[in-house]
């Protein structure tokens, strides 16, 4: 597995436009940016430039237009969502699933489709321990 670098929400609206489709040039990331968030160009370019500095995302010139730079992501996407959600469960619940599942289930209420869903993955996952 690759080093995940540590992303801002900021950064992460970003990564999401580049996991979506990537090598997109700066300008279109700027206009999407500006009309998701608001975002003036400056602040969508620092962040840009941040993402490019951790290796999170990368950045090569478009070979038809030299002036064209093109952005696309370094990390993977689920090896990002695996990498925060290994980190959010070590950091709230000491790296125990459990608590955090029973933390889960006493706010939320699952209907019949979603346990049976729920009792297939626990079964998938203790299946292969034996």
Do not use: C
Not at 97 to 118: Q, S, T, V, Y
Not at 123 to 129: L, Q, Y
């Amino acid at each position: 597995m690759q080093h995940i670098p540590s992303i801002t929400d900021a950064e992460l609206e970003i990564m999401r436009i580049l996991w979506t489709n990537p090598e997109r040039p700066s300008s279109e990331i700027v206009k999407l940016m500006a009309d998701r968030k608001d975002w003036s160009p400056n602040t969508t370019r620092t962040l840009l430039n941040r993402l490019v500095q951790k290796e999170a995302a990368g950045m090569k010139l478009d070979d038809s237009a030299k002036r064209l730079q093109l952005f696309y992501p370094i990390i993977n996407e689920q090896e990002y969502l695996r990498s925060e959600t290994k980190s959010f469960v070590k950091r709230l619940y000491g790296g125990s699933w459990r608590p955090m599942l029973a933390h889960f289930l006493e706010d939320e209420k699952l209907n019949a489709k979603e346990i049976e869903a729920l009792k297939s993955l626990f079964d998938d996952n203790g299946s292969d321990k034996q």
